[in-house]
């Protein structure tokens, strides 16, 4: 068995707050082969970012409390690197790309300089040779004109085009994994198409490791392998997108699925939604999170919390799966 | 104010040290409008410039007077100037201010701006020296050259939380029932910006008394009576000579009341959170 | 830089400067002291007085009289002084030179400073350091500017402290003479505005820093120095201009006129206040007029810098 690009070992997020401290992510453990792409999906405030912003340890310190036995990258262990050893892997090895392209980009900056700020921290070389890099990986986002994006600021762009900009930024260095927070939830339908079009080009041409934060199951159906359902921190369900979209074992995963709203649908989203609201950190409840919204809850699942059984293929944590 | 904002300030021991120090120079001012305390401070009560000692706790000035005395009745000349000035120049801005919000882009907005935009372009002893020029020697010229130019912050203040407010649905409600304009806007937007006037009355406060300091030092200030800006320019003659009872005095006061005023504005502006308005 | 938005600029500070100067004019002329019976001997004559109005100019029309008094800030003509009888221009542009090289230093360190605490503790934000440097501004806001002075010149100028420098003059011909003479008041000038200008600064970058794009640059591997002084720093330049061109004059006229007076130092600050003083008309109207003037043209220049800072601005 190849080492895969990402591993990530009981990866744990605490918020302090006064006395208490409260998970934000609990204890959980995935891992990403090169070349593959893997969903992180749930409702938002379910702790999806956390998870991501984790991983590359751009958490703030204080109030704060993360834990880990490892997250790999290709095998190298980064969770304790700190200060310039840290910097030098992010960006170079494992790279993210934010929601939004409106605020995420520096507007005083041309994108050219903002690119090449990041090949010459990591990879060095002369000015043309980064310069070359920079119209190399802009014309790889699928750009014709790579020279005068290089030239733009970000306010001459439209969002689509900021967020290939991006894409370009995070590609730049063919880093192993990708990190993409919703990249697409800010964009009109046609742009989200050709986002996702790149990413998936890129990931099939660099062998790149993509992990997709999304709570938009119509897009991870479109482009990822494998699926890892997260709900209050913890992991649900884990398993290759085929089965989840034929099968899902979890009741919240079944439950997100029928909120996709169908072409055929007249009110999309209002016919289907899971009762009830995601609770809000410290105010999970014991045993099993999803309990309190669960159609098949019985007086187990208020007890205690199912663990994910890890060694099936379509792993679940659930006492009553479907 | 509500209930959660007074228990949001008293658990911020910096604020309460602020207000404490507030109250406590408020009740100095009141005894002394009262005529409890420092009705002696124009008596020459000993030789000029003595030392400090029970009779004269902060020694003398150079005409005998008690130094202690001219320290408290200067208290009340503090907060009649910071009084005056806040309350006429807060009404002022206020007007002004939801005049232009309210008819915010009109004409009478471009007036509003363009006379805020004015008064903040003459650099302010000079507009003070000016008022005082044009109104020779009125001993209220110094009141009215500060209420004239601190009108500006609060009108612009107020003007941005009036455009703010006038989007809300309350107030599409009023308009909605034929409330006219004006009305509305004193009955329904201006209490929704009271927490905002309370803690840029006080630093309107802060700066009133601290440019009382400075105009009455330049000779441009308090006319009769005195103020801690007088006996600050009486002790920069004393000073080299080595009599430092009415610096330390007069300073020692000021420094006090300001820092109380400062902490107790802070501590407003986060228990009533405030910061992006007043910002 | 595009032209339209420069001129659209230029434009918007012509009724400012109109505003102005009707303000002084009104203040300073209209409804200033009548100078006409100081002039005349005991028990003029009709005749008399009327032609000592009409060489006052007091006799025209409230339009032309403040036309005059444009016509003077144009042309720096500006009359005689009241007390010395010198032209005006000449003494203003005597002392001027004076003023700038006094208040100068305090103003550039008073920023730097101010910027560099403000930058430190917005890092910290919220840490003890964070804390230390916000508590010792606001005592820094707290202490009055004359308060600030004596205190320095009790603690440096006299035996009754280092007696390091001297109590008050202006006697420069050298670097050495110059550092003798302007160290009390820069540090005085530092001390009064450093308070301030911390916290503004701090506000200002702990906006810049909390912006999404600086945690990209920081997923992407962007070391804390740059962060802190390519993309804070640059994306705040537009407060950071705005603040320091808005200080100019208040740090110019009102710390000259403070610092000079104390100090007797022959700038235009001490210039001010003699006339005001002594109700020296001539000498007021022109500093009030051309300072008012000088503010907008420097707004004016501060919004046509922004263009160069930031290029959302000025988009054509």
């Known amino acids: 068995m190849s080492t895969p690009a990402l591993a990530v070992h009981d990866l744990s997020v605490r918020f302090k707050t006064g006395a208490d401290s409260r998970h934000a992510v609990d204890g959980i453990s995935f891992s990403i082969d090169a070349g593959e792409a893997t969903a992180l999906v749930g409702e938002s405030g379910c702790g999806k970012t956390i998870t991501a912003l984790a991983i590359l340890g751009l958490l703030p310190d204080s109030g704060v409390h993360v834990e880990s036995s490892a997250i790999e990258i290709n095998g190298r262990d980064i969770s304790g690197l700190t200060g310039s050893r840290r910097r030098e892997v992010l960006g170079r090895d494992i790279a993210m790309i934010f929601q939004n392209p409106g605020t995420a980009l520096d507007p005083v900056f041309t994108l050219g300089r903002q690119i090449s700020a990041v090949y010459a921290r990591h990879c060095g070389g002369g000015k043309e040779h980064i310069r070359q890099k920079v119209i190399e990986s802009l014309e790889a986002v699928g750009f014709s004109q790579p020279q005068d994006i290089a030239a733009a600021y970000p306010h001459q762009l439209s969002g689509g085009m900021r967020q290939l900009a991006m894409i370009a930024m995070a590609t730049v260095c063919k880093p192993a994994v990708i990190i993409a927070d919703e990249p697409t939830t800010s964009l009109d339908n046609s742009t989200r198409a050709v986002i996702l079009q790149q990413l998936e080009r890129l990931r099939t041409l660099h062998q790149t490791a993509i992990l997709l934060v999304s709570h938009d199951l119509a897009t991870v159906r479109q482009s990822c392998q494998k699926v890892m359902v997260m709900y209050c921190g913890r992991l649900l369900e884990k398993t290759d997108c085929e089965s989840l979209f034929s099968h899902a074992r979890h009741p919240y995963s079944a439950g997100l699925l029928s909120c996709i709203p169908q072409i055929s649908d007249t009110r999309p989203a209002m016919i289907n939604s899971i009762p009830g609201q995601v609770p809000a950190a410290g105010e999970f409840p014991p045993g099993c999170h999803f309990a309190p919204r669960c159609p098949r809850v019985e007086s187990m699942c208020n007890q205690s919390v199912p663990a994910l059984d890890t060694d099936k293929q379509q792993a679940v944590a659930c006492f009553r799966p479907l | ?279 | 830089m595009n032209r339209r938005y420069i001129t659209r600029r230029v434009l918007y500070g012509i009724p400012l400067i109109l505003g102005v100067t009707f303000v002084s004019f009104l203040l300073m002329v209209y409804f200033g002291p009548d100078k006409t019976y100081e002039l005349l001997g005991k028990n003029p004559t009709t005749e008399q007085i009327s032609e000592v109005r009409r060489a006052l100019g007091y006799d025209r029309a409230f339009l032309l009289r403040y036309g005059d008094y444009l016509r003077e800030l144009v042309t720096l003509d500006l009359g005689l002084s009241d007390s010395s009888g010198e032209p005006v221009s000449v003494i203003l542009k005597r002392t001027l030179p004076v003023s700038i090289a006094l208040v100068l230093p305090g103003f550039i360190l008073g920023n730097l400073m101010g910027l560099a605490l403000g930058l430190l503790a917005a890092w910290y934000r919220g840490k003890w350091l964070d804390k230390l440097v916000m508590s010792a501004s606001v005592v820094g806001m707290s202490v009055s500017f004359l308060v600030i002075i004596i205190g320095l010149q009790i603690l440096l100028c006299t035996p009754y402290g280092l007696n390091l420098f001297p109590v008050r003059g202006w006697q420069v011909h050298d670097l050495g003479s110059y550092l003798y003479y302007v160290t009390v008041p820069t540090l005085a000038l530092v001390l009064v505005t450093l308070g301030y200008n911390t916290r503004f600064y701090r506000a200002v970058m702990v906006e810049e820093i909390e912006r999404d794009h600086i945690r990209t640059a920081q997923a992407y591997g962007a070391s804390p120095r740059e962060l802190l002084f390519r993309h804070v720093l640059k994306n705040s330049l537009i407060p950071v201009l705005t603040r320091i061109m808005f200080s100019v004059p208040f740090v110019v006229i009102s710390g000259s006129l403070l610092l000079e007076s104390y100090f007797g130092i022959p700038g235009i600050g001490l210039v001010t206040f003699n006339a005001i003083t002594s109700g020296d008309q001539p000498i007021l109207k022109a500093v009030v007029g051309l300072t008012g003037v000088l503010f907008v043209l420097a707004l004016t220049v501060n919004d046509m810098l922004y263009s160069l800072v930031d290029p959302r601005v000025a988009k054509p």
């Open chain 2, 1 to 279: 104010m509500t209930g959660t904002t007074w228990q949001r300030l008293k658990s911020d021991p910096l604020g309460v040290g602020g207000l404490c120090v507030v109250v406590l120079f408020a009740l100095v001012a009141l005894c002394v409008w009262s005529g409890l305390l420092g009705q002696g401070w124009s008596e020459v009560s000993g030789e000029r410039w003595e030392n400090a000692s029970s009779d004269h706790w902060f020694g003398t000035n150079l005409l005998g007077q008690d130094i202690l005395q001219r320290t408290l009745f200067g208290t009340a000349t503090a907060f009649e100037v910071g009084l005056i000035v806040t309350a006429c120049s807060t009404i002022l801005g206020t007007l002004m201010g939801a005049l232009a919000g309210w008819y915010s882009h009109s004409w009478l907005d471009e007036l509003v701006l363009w006379l805020k935009g004015v008064l903040d372009s003459i650099p302010f002893y000079l507009f003070a020296a000016a008022v005082a020029f044009a109104l020779q020697g009125n001993p209220w010229a110094m009141h009215l050259a500060m209420i004239v130019t601190f009108w500006t912050t609060t009108a612009r203040i107020i003007r941005g939380e009036v455009m703010r407010i006038k989007e809300r649905e309350f107030i599409e409600a009023a308009r909605a029932i034929g409330l006219p304009g004006l009305v509305t806007v004193f009955r329904h937007v201006l209490p929704n910006t009271f927490h905002i006037l309370l803690v840029q009355g006080s630093i309107v406060f802060v700066a009133a008394i601290n440019t009382e300091v400075i105009l009455s030092f330049l000779g441009l200030g308090i006319q009769d009576g005195v103020s801690w800006g007088l006996m600050l320019a009486e002790s920069s003659q004393e000073v080299l000579a080595g009599h430092f009872g009415n610096f330390a005095a007069a300073g020692g006061s000021l420094f006090l009341l300001l820092m109380g005023f400062n902490l107790l504005a802070d501590a407003l502006q986060d228990a009533l959170d405030t910061r992006r308005a007043i910002r």
